[in-house]
């Protein structure tokens, strides 16, 4: 075990955390320690920062934290182990073997990953060399080439009730791995598990590493659900992925073209663009948002030009926005979605379509004459509030001097009357979001529901004295005994601020130096967050003996009063007759 501690911190002095951060976001630099806005929750403030000196990272805003692994962990959505081997390979570094390992989430994930590949490989062999021929009809109406669908691992699921489990059960799979990976559910009238995935063309869900993670398949009658896509699973989230990207992230083009469906985007594709990606049956999340973030700076949404289509547009343009990307619309004239259009008007009429899309602010302008009479004084003036509120959010000056002037032309207004009102509103926007976000951290990082340690919100004080002991042990891990002497851990009255003293104490046992990289295995990615902030909080705070002297006296004291309420009235009253006697 301690060998490969000793190649775990090798593998993290070897990646500084600013530099593997920094590859994932834009870094600043604020006095001793660096910046940005959270990749795992949206913000404008900035609240995550990274300590260089510690080598940890820490989210004030929603309580991320740890060091690099765990940073990989969240971002990459991998166990502890797989964000090891990952480093290690962009590194260059070989991965020691590990003795005893015991099969664990990493097992599971390969597990899921191994059935996936089996699962897309029988779903393709069906589409091109199966007796039914439903699905390789569909795809060839739909114009789509023998290289697209190979590209892409299209293919087909039977209508046999158990055919894919019969064949994963065949290669030593059992019936539990199988419905974990959600390829299966069990019958509740006989107990049988039968294939999640019948008698639909299907899309096979590739990560950025090339992992099948999960499918997408289409009914081609009136059954519904119209689309299935595979449910949560330890390797899939469908909020936090989105399907083409591991084709997309390697454009040389730093725009993305968001479309609505499966279809759109593998059209996209054949027509030459290979920064098209589609949400997941979805409307785009704040996840998926910070995912583009990393590989693009504009995006382009190709929703379908339906109410819905533009509805949901309008939500994506909002979440954009929020991680700082610049975002234009498509307006497709004539067609209902980007396949329709190129099947219609050809690639050099979609490509000049990209290049002339109109920016989400006029999109978001426009729409707001939508069910109003502007002929009307009523009209003009919802109008006025309704535009107001576009203008107020766009967040460049001089890009909203662009816009004010341009609306008031359009719409007749006196430019230097609404800008005085928009110029107003922004102050109180701007105002009423620095409160609402600082509230936003203090409720995170003081009063809200502390789900990793609950049994602080009883005990604030004693688990404040824990935390500060927790942090000089983890500053001085050297004096590890004197501390135990001190404070012996079954003192802690929080049991999850025990189990960290506890694992640091074996840790300053064995280890030169305390890094929490030793703990990831110990803790889930949510507790080192919680560790990691234990740390942050008091950077900068001096902890001396004293301090640790008033902290076990805090504790000693709970345990008194703890002894205390254990005796009964009898039996204080017996003890004092005695000494009464006496």
């Not at 591991?246 to 594709?269: F, P, Q, W």
């Not at 990393?294 to 547009?313: F, H, K, M, N, P």
């Not at 990831?520 to 900068?540: D, H, L, P, Q, Y």
Request: glycine share 6%; hydrophobic share 35%.
């Amino acid at each position: 075990m301690a060998s490969y501690d000793d190649f775990t911190l090798e593998l993290k002095n070897a990646n500084p955390i600013d530099s593997v951060i920094s590859s994932y976001v834009q870094l600043k630099k604020r006095g001793r320690n660096l910046i940005c806005n959270c990749p795992f929750h949206s913000e404008k403030t900035p609240s995550f920062t990274v300590f260089t000196d510690t080598q940890s990272f820490y989210c004030f805003g929603c309580g991320a934290g740890g060091d690099i692994f765990t940073f990989v962990m969240k971002a990459e959505n991998l166990d502890f182990m797989e964000a090891v081997r990952l480093i290690a390979e962009r590194s260059g570094i070989a991965v020691p073997e590990r003795k005893n390992n015991s099969p664990d989430n990493s097992h599971r994930r390969t597990r899921i990953y191994e059935m996936n590949r089996i699962a897309a490989n029988y779903f393709y062999k069906n589409l091109i060399s199966g007796k039914d021929k439903t699905g390789l009809d569909y795809f060839i109406s739909r114009q789509l080439s023998p290289q697209t669908v190979k590209k892409f691992g299209l293919g087909y699921a039977s209508d046999s009730w158990d055919e894919l489990c019969t064949l994963l059960t065949s290669k030593g799979y059992s019936e539990y791995e199988i419905t974990d990976a959600w390829l299966a559910g069990r019958s509740q009238k006989n107990n049988r598990l039968f294939d999640m995935f019948r008698k639909r063309v299907m899309f096979p869900i590739v990560d950025m590493r090339g992992n099948v993670i999960g499918f997408g398949g289409r009914v081609l009658d009136d059954s519904k659900p119209k689309y299935l896509n595979t449910s949560k699973t330890l390797v899939f989230d469908k909020g936090s992925n989105l399907f083409a990207m591991n084709y997309a992230k390697d454009s040389d083009s730093k725009r993305l073209i968001l479309c609505e469906g499966y279809m759109d985007v593998i059209a996209v594709h054949q027509a030459g663009f290979d920064n098209a990606v589609a949400t997941l049956g979805t409307a785009i999340t704040p996840d998926q948002a910070r995912l583009v973030k990393r590989y693009a700076e504009e995006v382009i949404i190709a929703y379908d030009s339906d109410g819905a289509g533009q509805t949901a547009a309008r939500k994506a343009i909002s979440h954009f926005s929020d991680v700082g990307l610049r975002t234009r619309i498509l307006r497709m004239d004539g067609a209902k979605d980007p396949d329709e259009f190129i099947k219609k008007f050809g690639v050099q009429r979609f490509r000049m379509l990209i290049d002339k899309s109109d920016d989400a602010n006029n999109f978001l302008i426009d729409r707001c004459e939508n069910e109003l009479d502007i002929e009307t004084e009523a009209g003009k003036v919802e109008l006025l509030k309704r535009v107001s509120r576009v203008l107020a959010d766009i967040p460049s000056p001089l890009e909203r001097e662009v816009y004010i002037s341009r609306t008031a032309a359009k719409y007749d207004f006196p430019v230097d009357v609404l800008k005085v009102h928009i110029d107003d509103m922004v102050k109180k926007n701007s105002y009423s979001e620095k409160k609402g976000e600082w509230e936003k951290i203090k409720n995170q990082t003081t009063r809200h529901t502390d789900k990793i340690n609950p049994q602080a919100k009883d005990f604030r004080k004693e688990a404040k004295a824990e935390e500060t002991i927790i942090c000089k042990l983890m500053r001085n891990p050297e004096d590890a005994s004197k501390l135990r002497e001190q404070v012996p851990p079954d003192i802690f009255v929080t049991d999850f601020n025990r189990k960290v003293y506890e694992a640091i104490l074996e840790i300053a046992d064995t280890q030169k130096e305390f890094s929490l990289s030793i703990l990831n295995e110990v803790f889930s990615a949510e507790e080192m967050g919680k560790i990691s902030g234990i740390r942050a909080k008091n950077e900068g705070i001096e902890i001396n003996n004293a301090s640790i002297t008033d902290c076990a006296a805090v504790l000693k004291n709970h345990v008194s009063l703890k002894t205390a309420e254990n005796i009964s009235d009898d039996e204080l009253k017996n003890i004092f007759t005695s000494k009464n006697r006496k």
